[in-house]
């Protein structure tokens, strides 16, 4: 199978530069249409918090829409809107923080004046601060603490990683620490973090460079760099977590369930590509191993409520989670023991042609995905920009994972599937909970 230059790399011109204030500017022109996307990524997440402040570079991604020096409180979405703006977000990982925005070229200079107008004066008041804190405990709540299975993830990094490790505890962070923080604390965290020569901008749409180049000069050029502390770090972790460990939860769910995870390496390091490959064709889609032999062969799997996908994470060891549900009549037991046999065959015996070719296909279909906007062509360009240093390490993407061979996903297989190197989550339902009646068995 072939693949051409335009689909295997960045078929776009991509210009970078730096202010004499440290902010790096990424600038991807594309006049087809008249509209451009603005995304600003910031150096700083979770992994970033120091002892007793988890949770701070959530918040933020809340507090920095609650007004600046010259936009009133909750007016950011507002101002945007009102010149045809759309896609207006932000995100928080591990690694990062960033908030993105997609406006009608002409508006493109009001996009940067907001943007610009927060990262120098963000409105950080006390009742802004208690208001966005009582919408994070919501959120936890919605998300992880009242909903079925909702803290599985939390769990599994809490294992994962050890105590004081940056990514042993999740971005929603500690409602305690939050609470217990000072306005001062948050200020100094905002000064420490939300700075010129922490961030990239990255502009790409329906404007030149040379435009980017003066409207960031004219909005960003005199908010000044400030020194950080460095983040909390820790040894690199091995290659395995060195231990096979399973642990039993009875709550109050609707079926059993199975979480799995697997440490992997680093994202975009040697041989991170080969287990992103595997984990396509073990555990992406109907047409996967691990659904083929789990769920229509053998019967045991459920179609919905099973996968295995890659956390991806840039300065640490990453993780490969996955899950599985039974069928009525099938123990959690015996489905996790053949939810192992089948990832330790592909350790064993290696991954055919066929599969291969599947999976080299559903990743460049993914990728045509990820570049058709320029809301999420920008996106990959600022996570580049901001984790490697240049925003063109993008064009390497994909090549390298279509580069890899089958040799190497079944040595990444033989790495991940180790017996040392598995944690299992079993969820049981309390009595209370437990299903009365007989499931579909087609389901």
């Known amino acids: 199978m072939t693949y051409s ?6 078929g776009w011109p991509v210009e970078q530069f730096t202010l004499d204030n440290g902010l790096r500017v990424v600038v991807g022109p594309d006049a087809s249409a008249p509209i451009a996307a603005v995304n600003l990524w910031y150096d700083v997440g979770s992994r970033h918090e120091p002892p007793g402040k988890h949770g701070f570079a959530h918040l933020f991604e809340h507090l920095m829409f609650e007004g600046s020096a010259q936009v009133g409180k909750g007016e950011h979405f507002g101002a945007l809107q009102a010149v045809g703006g759309s896609a207006i977000n932000a995100t928080t990982s591990s690694d990062r923080t960033n908030y993105f925005q997609t406006v009608p070229s002409a508006a493109l200079a009001t996009a940067l004046w907001l943007e610009a107008d927060r990262m120098g004066a963000l ?54 620490e939050l609470d217990g923080a000072r306005l001062e604390d948050f200020t100094a965290f905002y000064e420490s973090y939300y700075s010129p020569d922490n961030a990239v901008l990255t502009v790409v749409g329906d404007a ?19 020194p950080r502390p460095e983040p909390p770090r820790a ?41 992103d490959v595997l984990t396509v064709v073990l555990g992406r889609g109907r047409g996967s191993r691990l659904f083929r032999e789990l769920v229509t062969a053998r019967r045991l799997a459920q179609a919905e409520g099973g ?13 490969v989670t996955g899950m599985a549900t039974p069928r009525d009549g099938v123990s959690l037991e015996e489905l996790e023991a053949a939810f192992f046999e089948v990832c330790e065959a592909v350790a ?35 996570k580049h920009a901001t984790l490697f240093g240049d925003a063109l390490t993008v064009s390497q993407r994909l090549p390298e994972l279509l580069e890899v061979t089958a040799d190497q996903v079944r040595d990444a297989a033989r790495r991940m599937f180790a017996p040392d190197n598995r944690i299992t989550l079993a969820y049981l339902p309390t009595p209370a909970d437990a299903p009365s009646t007989t499931q579909n068995p087609e389901a």
Do not use: C
Request: proline share 5%; no cysteine.
């Open 5 to 10: 230059a335009r689909t295997s790399g960045f």
């Open 123 to 176: 409105a950080l008041t006390q009742e802004t601060l208690d208001n966005q804190r009582e919408v994070v405990k919501n959120e936890r709540r919605q998300r992880y603490d009242n909903v079925p299975y909702g803290r599985w993830h939390e769990l599994i990094g809490e294992l994962a990683y050890p105590e004081g490790h940056p990514y042993h505890h999740s971005t929603i962070g500690s409602m305690e």
């Open 208 to 226: 030149s460079a040379a435009e980017v180049r003066e409207l960031a000069e004219r909005y960003f050029g005199k908010l000044a760099p400030r």
């Open 235 to 275: 040894e690199d972790l091995g290659p395995s977590f060195g231990r096979t460990e399973r642990i039993e939860l009875a709550e109050s769910v609707p079926l059993p369930r199975l979480f799995f995870a697997f440490r992997a390496g680093r994202f975009a390091t040697p041989g991170a590509a080969a287990e």
């Open 307 to 319: 996968y295995l996908g890659s956390w991806q994470r840039a300065f640490y060891a990453s993780m």
């Open 348 to 382: 064993a015996d290696g991954v055919g042609d066929e599969e291969m070719d599947r999976a080299r296909s559903m990743l460049t279909a993914d990728w045509s995905r990820e570049l058709a906007t320029v809301g999420s062509r920008a996106d990959l360009l600022g």
